[in-house]
């Protein structure tokens, strides 16, 4: 399929920005929002495009998290709407420990929204998604193959990111934050020397333009040294915000899982070359 123009729009979602790529031949969805994100995913499709939902021909779900995972399964049930995502997606909810990380989730998710917005909505959701398409690092999107999956784990085991070489066009999903102008690591850190390996990565497409989903949602300029500086705060020692939201998730036994075989590594080896 040759690359086609697109508009690319701007969703206000519950506590997250969400983008939606509006093609001749169909909608792209670059994050799946939260559960109650649906309706004004559907009220923004007949609205303001004068489209059905059903229009939709992907969905990406770049992580486990409420934000960002919690509308994908009513997106398919009530439209038919496709999924792709990361092929460890379902496991970081999995089993008793992934229920209870999903709840603590949930109740933060609450609290930025009684923060932001004074007023909470649903947010408990179906967590097994079962994607129609997985993707893997550097794969192109089913029907949109002018954009890219970039494995970026670090946030969780799984983080994806969606570039569009032919726009020098990043989304950065939970990479980093933007608060007040200025550039932070996301909340929590799960795993942060595979993060600083993702900084680089992105820092090596070399993006002109940003779509982030949390704070401004896009900045067509960007700091040159941004992905070093974002490297250079992972050096920082925790504050108070940063030890509380980190011991509040580490009860998904894939985080366990995989701290342990990172532990394992270093000792074996003396330094950590674990990887996912």
């Known amino acids: 399929m040759p690359s086609e123009t697109f508009t690319l729009h701007i969703i206000p979602g519950y506590i997250e920005n969400l983008f939606l790529a509006e093609y001749e031949h169909g909608l792209l969805l670059l994050d799946c929002g939260a559960v109650n994100d649906v309706k004004r995913i559907e009220d923004f499709c007949r609205q303001n495009l004068h489209r ?18 919690g509308g ?28 209870i990380q999903k709840v603590i989730d949930c109740v933060l998710m609450q609290s930025v929204a009684r923060r932001t917005r004074g007023k909470l909505e649903k947010a408990l959701f179906n967590s097994r998604i079962q994607a129609d398409y997985v993707l893997a690092d550097g794969d192109s999107l089913p029907f949109f193959p002018e954009w890219k999956a970039v494995a970026v784990p670090g946030h969780t ?39 600083e390996a993702s900084f680089q990565k992105m820092g090596a497409l070399q993006p002109s333009s940003l779509l982030i989903a949390h704070g401004e949602a896009r ?58």
């Open 72 to 99: 994908a399964v009513l997106l398919r049930k009530n439209f038919g709407v496709p999924l792709a995502a990361h092929q460890e997606l379902d496991r970081w909810y999995a089993g008793p420990g992934g229920f």
């Open 219 to 276: 900045r067509d300029q960007i700091p040159a040294d941004l992905f070093q500086s974002l490297q250079h705060l992972l050096q920082t020692p925790p504050n108070k915000l940063t030890r509380q939201v980190k011991r509040l998730s580490v009860y998904t036994p894939e985080y366990r899982r995989l701290n342990k075989l990172q532990k394992q590594s270093r000792s074996k080896d003396g330094a950590n070359k674990f990887s996912v």
């Open 52 to 69: 059905s939902p059903a229009e939709i021909k992907l969905a990406v779900v770049t992580h486990m998290h409420p934000d960002h995972a």
């Open 157 to 195: 085991s799984h983080d994806l990111v969606l570039y569009h070489a032919g726009e020098s066009l990043l989304y950065a999903a939970d990479c980093f934050l933007e608060v007040k102008g200025r550039y932070q690591t996301p909340l929590p850190v799960m795993f942060p020397q595979w993060l």
